[in-house]
T-cell receptor, first 116, second 112 residues
Framework: GAVVSQHPSWVICKSGTSVKIECRSL??????MFWYRQFPKQSLMLMAT?????????EQGVEKDKFLINHASLTLSTLTVTSAHPEDSSFYIC????????????FGPGTRLTVL | SQKIEQNSEALNIQEGKTATLTCNYT??????LQWYRQDPGRGPVFLLL?????KEKRKERLKVTFDTTLKQSLFHITASQPADSATYLC???????????FGQGTTLQVKP
């Protein structure tokens, strides 16, 4: 079946540095991908919608200059956390629609970000 | 305000019993509702989707109901197994845009 991968699976960085997370659809094309964030014991919160060939759309309260999203191709979206701080430590998960005519999504395995 | 709520307390049941999880929502009119399974440190995995014109959907030991009057969905696992232990998330798409809003999830623990 279709698979969405993320890289890296975990990352530890120092405060003030930038971290890039990749989300790839492995055997299907995705013109749209979604980025979520999940804090411990909480549910997934949608951050932004990544659109291939155009700007991402961000949910209310999400800083677009801090969380840079680039959807460079039909199989790759990247999320860059700029100037990361300890409060950005979280589990970041991407998803992609399963295909035209379907309302389900495939989720990546997630990336655990720890900012020291 | 818009809410999607699941019972945040963990559900502990004995192996072989039926687990029933609840998802309630307010101020949404979703065309469909979805259920996902999430294991610790992993991304969610799609289980079932039920549309507003469907009362019930089944997949193997799983059953989902959708009551648009009560604004509630129930998720059942029959003949539960320890391997069913996980967090179960309900999700809906406001305005049917594809973006998903998740409930906080209910953690199920099936004891042998």
């Amino acid at each position: 079946g279709a698979v969405v991968s993320q890289h890296p699976s975990w990352v530890i960085c120092k405060s003030g540095t930038s971290v890039k997370i990749e989300c790839r659809s492995l055997d299907f094309q995705a013109t749209t991908m979604f980025w979520y964030r999940q804090f411990p014991k909480q549910s997934l919160m949608l951050m932004a919608t990544s659109n291939e060939g155009s700007k991402a759309t961000y949910e209310q309260g999400v800083e677009k200059d801090k969380f840079l999203i680039n959807h460079a191709s039909l199989t790759l979206s990247t999320l860059t956390v700029t100037s990361a701080h300890p409060e950005d430590s979280s589990f970041y998960i991407c998803s992609a629609p399963a295909g035209a005519g379907t309302d389900t999504q495939y989720f990546g395995p997630g990336t655990r970000l720890t900012v020291l | 305000s818009q809410k999607i709520e699941q019972n945040s307390e963990a559900l502990n049941i004995q192996e072989g019993k039926t687990a029933t999880l609840t998802c309630n929502y307010t101020n949404y009119s979703p065309a469909y509702l979805q259920w996902y399974r999430q294991d610790p440190g992993r991304g969610p995995v799609f289980l079932l989707l039920i549309r507003e014109n469907e009362k019930e959907k089944r997949k193997e030991r799983l059953k989902v109901t959708f009551d648009t009057t009560l604004k509630q969905s129930l998720f059942h696992i029959t003949a539960s197994q320890p391997a069913d232990s996980a967090t179960y998330l309900c999700a809906l798409s406001p305005s049917n845009t594809g973006k998903l809003i998740f409930g906080q999830g209910t953690t199920l623990q099936v004891k042998p």
